[in-house]
């Protein structure tokens, strides 16, 4: 450490600790040092002693603070700033990273898709600052940090500090210029007093050039010779040099790398939109003149006469062959049913079930496999579907952009499937709905804190709109627009409706739409769902954000999910593939031990988590209401074919009896952070609270004695589920079961409450198995093909489970100690299942089961093709897409 910069850090003591030199610049010298104020460590720059001595420390320091309010999450801010023994410094956050020049250093060229997507970041960010009135002037992959992958740009507005404060013209003495020639545009290069926001669009094309070829569009061997090279010469094809780069993208970077500024894209917002549109196609550049050309014309003329003839003949045939067609008439609207294959189901998951590709040719959908709900895959093409491996737990699919990977949520995770083949990977370790993946390939996600995103190659999730609890908001289901720049997204309140999320400014505008789970289609509509059931599509300008006409019906009775969630998948053009049907309708049967079905004459509702009263008589059973988050504890009288209503707080879930039949123990709360209560089960008191704590808790069984309750606490992702056990008498303290790194839930009590058989995901797929109660004591494996619900027989000596739609019976001994002597089949066929819950009972007899049998209309999909193909041109006016 040099002897200034000993006093500097002497002088700042109390402020920074400087720690080691990171590296040199040509402006400033960069150190690793700790803020003393914040905890945290920084970049501090220490500003080279003759550049100081040029421009004078406080006319440097009143230009760069205007740079302090850039705000964007893609420019790496400006923390402090000063001068402190004559030594003028400034203060950056510190990025654990590395620069986009180590990356080039190392891998040379980059992935085409990394390229664009770290040049659409930062065009971004330059398009802010632009608007701000700053240009960077110095735009190049030193200064282009990655920080988890993301684009940042550091030292935003030094150079314009600089040149604003009258140095240019005298930093040649010290060897010293502003700019840097490989990325200089050409008016920079020559001098040009008035730098515009086009020569920053110049730059980074440059960088973008650098990033596909591994080289600046011009080198040479001294910078001379560079700029020499920017005034003449046009940059070689970047197709001729990497042929897997898309002609859109050699059209954007050619027209960048213009030399008048006339011709280079308006602004930085307008590069990263051509870097996205796929339709664009190179423009023919146009070389400079040969000035000996005219000199040899007529006698060249001459001796190309014939070849001039012969290639009009050939021109006139090309023409011929290449001529603009007549436009073929829009192909014809197609509907039809994709039903699923015998004693197959769609799975009961949060957010939306169903997802078509971009290319609307193939549907992703979360149906009920060997171990509960997992992914199929079905080409419309196909008869028959494919299961999806590694994806056991699923729900909320949603494509990548090229359709080549399926994104899901799945036990506290944010994972990717590649659809050619391979293991899903883990993008996070998050909780999450309704997801959306960029053409930058970063993925958008709601979750309980706002809107978040994290990058699809993996990284830790940020939140970009934290979620509004003083005004009860939550946002919900973003959906990215096509050029990146903006998320749709829908504001669930006391009201719902459309909003959309500016990246580039994070400024929020709200619609006067109601209307959720948006989904954008080329022919500039926004497609959004109704609590009725009901698809509207709104005109929507993606570019101004702004609503432009009025909606018109596209489908309807399409299933909506508690969550605000229709399900439907859309592709990128408007094809669509929806379950039809009222949500979750439903009928309470009797199922016996060969599969023989009676229904109960119950009117069909939305029925989940079914118990039988320790008589037989009566059934206490969670009812949803339609379309909402809503939910009850009902009384079903099977003798008297009566429902009475037991709980009016609308959050009334997962019922279970106390022994005597006295009392029903239920979760009461919303679904995250509900709490355990019970409630006299023929309704002559209010309920009263069991268990008030943070996480979720669910009820799971009584002890035979009713002092007892086991429960399941825990709502996933970073809180993994776990087993407790409840002392109704007393303190009630809950008291631990089974706690470690997996996920567990669903227990039951065998009859003498001696084991507790439960279901983990410790061999990554859900098992169910059993341990001693409450404990310490071993575990022993029940199923072996995935488990889940598991139901001890009243006699203790069998223990039922569900394996996809099978029901099977594992035969048990219980003394002296356990073990699993037989497992056989029971049945097959499609009743609906609960992923973290038993979604059925056993009668006394241990002979029949009551059973939630869905509504069979909603067990499939209806698929509707090119409908928007009209509405492109204004000329639909026939009726939804879903009239039947």
Known sequence: MTDAVQRLSASLADRYVIERELGAGGMATVYLAHDVRHDRKVALKVLRPELAAILGGERFLKE?????????????????????????????????????????????????????????????????????????????????????????????????????????????????????????????????REITPKADVYALGCVLYEMLTAEPPFTGATAQAIIARVMTEEPRSLTLQRKTIPPYVEAAVERALAKLPADRFASAAQFADALGDMTAVPRTVARPPDPSASLARPARLARLAPWLLTGAACGLALWGWFRPRPVPPAEPVARFSLQLPQNASLGTASGSIIAMSPDGSRIVYVGVGTAGNQLFLRGLDQLEPVPLAGTQGAFSPFFSPDGQWIAFFANGKLSKLPLTGGPALTVATVGGVGGSWSSGDTIAFSSDSGLMTVPAAGGTPRVLLRSDSGRQEAYMYPEYLPDG????????????????????????????????????????????????????AVPFDPKRLEVTGSAVPVAEAVVIGGSGAA?????????????????????????????????????????????????GRLIAVQINEANTANSDIWIYDIRQKTRTRLTFDQSGARPIWTPDGRRIAYSRGPAG??????????????????????????????????????FRA???????????????????????????????????????????????????????????????????????????????????????????????????????????????????????????????????????????????????????????????????????????
């Open 64 to 192: 760069i603070r205007l740079t302090a309010n850039l705000q964007h999450p893609h420019i790496l801010p400006l923390h402090d700033s000063g001068e402190a023994e004559g030594i003028v410094y400034y203060v950056m956050p510190y990025v654990e990273g590395e620069s986009l020049r180590d990356r080039l250093t190392r891998e040379k060229q980059l992935p085409v898709e990394d390229a664009v997507r770290i040049a659409r970041e930062v065009a971004g960010a330059l398009d802010y600052a632009h608007r701000h009135g700053v240009v960077h002037r110095d735009i190049k992959p030193e200064n282009i940090l990655l920080h988890d992958g993301q684009a940042l740009v550091a030292d935003f507005g030094i150079a314009l500090a600089v040149s604003t404060v009258g140095a240019g013209t005298r930093m040649t003495e010290t060897g010293m210029s502003l700019g840097t020639p490989h990325y200089m545009a050409p008016e920079q290069a020559m001098g040009e």
């Open 673 to 710: 952070s509900a709490d355990l209560a019970w409630i006299p089960a023929d309704g002559s008191g209010p309920a009263e609270s069991l268990l008030v704590a943070p996480d979720d808790q669910w009820t799971g069984a009584f002890t035979p004695d009713g002092r007892t309750m086991v």
């Open 485 to 536: 720049h903006a998320l749709l997204f829908y504001v669930r309140g006391s009201e719902d409706h459309l909003a959309a999320l500016d990246l580039r400014t994070h400024a929020v505008k709200r619609f006067d739409q109601a209307g959720f789970n948006p989904h954008y289609v080329s022919s500039g509509h926004v497609v959004l769902a109704t609590r009725t059931g009901t698809l509207i």
């Open 567 to 615: 399900k439907l998948g859309i592709s990128r053009d408007g094809d669509m593939a929806y379950q039809v049907g009222q949500a979750g309708v439903s009928e309470l049967v009797l199922v016996d031990r060969s599969g023989a079905v009676r229904p109960l004459p119950a009117e069909p509702q939305t029925y989940i988590a079914p118990r039988l009263s320790p008589d």
């Open 714 to 884: 825990g709502a996933g992702g970073a809180t993994k589920r776990s087993l407790h056990y409840l002392p109704l008498e007393g303190a009630r303290r809950p008291q631990p079961v089974l706690e470690n790194q997996f996920d567990n839930h669903s227990p039951s009590l065998s009859p003498d409450a001696r084991w507790v058989a439960y279901v983990s995901d410790e061999s990554v797929r859900p098992e169910v198995y059993v341990r001693p109660f409450p404990g310490p004591g071993g575990r022993w494996q029940v199923s072996l093909e995935g488990g889940s619900e598991p139901r001890w027989s009243p006699t203790g000596g069998e223990i039922f489970y569900r394996s996809g739609n099978k029901m099977m019976a594992a035969a048990v001994q219980t003394r002296p100690t356990f073990a699993v002597q037989e497992r056989r089949l029971l049945f097959e066929a499609t009743y609906s299942a609960l992923t973290i819950h038993t979604n059925f009972d056993v009668t006394r007899d241990g002979r029949s089961f009551l059973m939630v049998r869905p509504n069979r209309e909603t067990q499939g999909f209806v698929v509707v093709l090119n409908w928007f193909r009209d509405l492109r041109q204004g000329a639909r006016a026939a009726g939804p897409a879903g009239t039947r």
